[in-house]
């Protein structure tokens, strides 16, 4: 291994990972991590991890729980009659959850505790209660805090905003003024109230005696109404139980007799239902007989249907491969009888180019033999024609034979068309003539010569 590229790729991946683990960073949900660096947008990290580049980025940390400030008022703050009022409150911020409402309080308060901001933004809500206690009345606000608390959230979340901070409760605990005006309303209103009450108390009184005679009246005639009530539903009910009675009567006898009748109905029907069943017992018996012949009978006409087309099918196979042999055996025939005829046809015209070449041989040696009596004849014609004629005598035998002679070596021949013996033996005195009429072309007149020597004796 080459350890001068090893060690520094090491040394590459160690720093990497070194890296890795000291710039790895989680914030949690209740804390904004701000990272910044040469980039030109700062990342803001809420509650999920994130990597911060050792060296070259910057940590800073804003919390954002929630921060109780208690807010009052340093002095007397006059209200819309001018009296004098100072107000004891509890306010809830937190820094805005958006991402421009945690950038805006970062500029202000990053790294900034909790406390330290609540001590920062008291001014700002003294302020804005001190706002609202100058637009009211001071019994407005005493009997209606809800009122007040609202006008000071709707004066105090602009201002907050501009801090990157949101108002989540406002509640005032106290008010006190300079000269007891709050307590002097306090006695007033006991007195008007002990008032009210002796008032009520009295009314209520005689209200009450007024209800209890109406009420004691109003039980005595539902005392009487209900007892004639009761005596004419006692008679009512007398006559009712007679009624009843009667009724009961008539029908526990109509029900007597009509269980009789029911129960007679009843028997009826379980004895046409028996008999029913039982009919239907046998009907269904009986198609299931027939149904059972039926299957017999479909399955027997299946079996010798079954059977008769197998034996159909094997006799048409048998049939058919029957005709396929005997037209096999046919079309064999036939081959061997074409083979046998052209074998045949093949074998005479064998014999028959045979037979015309040894009758060319014939021709071409009895020419070759009138050639050389003609040579001969030339030579000897100075003998005169006796001469002549006596070796044309004697050499014509020669030359017969010797035209003939080819015919002895052949056992047999078959000749085909027009052909037969008779032209064979033509063929050989066709030679002969020829041999005579070359011997005329010479000079040599035989037949002049045979005639002259005829005419002489």
């Known amino acids: 291994m080459n350890w001068f590229v090893f060690i520094p790729i090491a040394v590459v991946v160690l720093l990497v990972v070194v890296?890795?683990?000291?710039?790895?960073?989680?914030?949690?949900?209740d804390m904004a991590y701000i990272i910044s660096g040469p980039h030109r947008k700062t990342r803001i990290l809420t509650g999920k991890a994130g990597i911060k580049i050792p060296f070259l980025e910057r940590l800073d940390k804003l919390s954002l729980g929630a921060i109780n400030v208690d807010v009052k008022t340093s002095s007397f703050v006059p209200t819309a009659e001018f009296i004098g009022v100072k107000v004891d409150s509890t306010v809830t911020v937190r820094v805005g959850q958006n991402p421009g409402m945690i950038s805006t309080a970062a500029q202000n308060f990053l790294n900034v505790k909790r406390e330290e901001i609540g001590r920062r933004i008291n001014d700002l809500l003294e302020g804005n209660i001190r706002e609202i206690v100058g637009q009211m009345r001071l019994e407005d606000m005493v009997k209606d805090r809800k009122a007040f608390s609202e006008k000071v959230q709707e004066n105090a979340v602009p201002d907050l905003a501009r801090y990157g901070l949101e108002l989540i409760t406002f509640n005032v605990q106290n008010f006190t003024d300079e000269g007891d005006v709050i307590a002097n309303l306090g006695i007033d209103n006991v007195a008007q109230i002990s008032k009210n009450a002796a008032i009520a108390k009295s009314v209520a009184k005689k209200e009450v005696e007024i209800?209890?005679?109406a009420n004691a009246k109003e039980a005595n005639d539902a005392k009487v109404a209900a007892a004639e009530e009761i005596a004419r539903q006692n008679a009512a009910l007398e006559v009712k139980k007679a009624q009843l009675k009667k009724e009961t009567d008539t029908k526990a006898a109509e029900a007597a007799a009509a269980t009789k009748i029911e129960e007679e109905n009843q028997r009826k029907v379980r004895e046409v239902a028996a008999t029913n069943a039982n009919i239907a017992k046998a009907?269904?018996?009986?198609?299931?007989?027939?149904?059972?012949?039926?299957?017999?009978?479909?399955?027997?006409?299946?079996?010798?249907?079954?059977?008769?087309?197998?034996?159909?099918?094997?006799?048409?196979?048998?049939?058919?491969?029957?005709?396929?042999?005997?037209?096999?055996?046919?079309?064999?025939?036939?081959y061997e009888l074409a083979k046998e005829a052209e074998a045949k046809k093949i074998q005479a015209d064998a014999e028959r180019y045979a037979a015309e070449?040894?009758?060319?041989?014939?021709?071409?040696?009895?020419?070759?033999?009138?050639?050389?009596?003609?040579?001969?004849?030339?030579?000897?014609?100075?003998?005169?024609?006796?001469?002549?004629?006596?070796?044309?005598?004697?050499?014509?035998?020669?030359?017969?034979?010797?035209?003939?002679?080819?015919l002895n070596n052949v056992q047999g021949i078959q000749m085909y068309g027009d052909g037969n013996s008779s032209k064979l033996v033509g063929d050989v005195m066709t030679t002969a003539s020829q041999v005579m009429s070359g011997l005329a072309g010479a000079g040599i007149d035989l037949k002049s010569i045979l005639e002259n020597a005829l005419n002489k004796e």
């Open 19 to 29: 890296l890795a683990l000291t710039g790895y960073v989680k914030a949690p949900p």
């Open 211 to 213: 209800a209890e005679a």
């Open 283 to 334: 009907e269904r018996e009986a198609e299931l007989k027939q149904k059972e012949i039926q299957l017999k009978e479909y399955e027997l006409d299946a079996l010798v249907r079954k059977q008769a087309d197998a034996d159909k099918y094997k006799a048409e196979q048998l049939a058919a491969a029957d005709l396929i042999r005997r037209q096999k055996e046919a079309e064999a025939k036939a």
């Open 357 to 406: 070449q040894k009758a060319a041989g014939i021709e071409a040696v009895g020419q070759a033999e009138a050639e050389a009596i003609e040579a001969k004849a030339e030579a000897q014609k100075k003998f005169g024609e006796a001469s002549v004629l006596e070796m044309y005598l004697n050499v014509l035998p020669k030359v017969v034979a010797a035209a003939a002679e080819p």
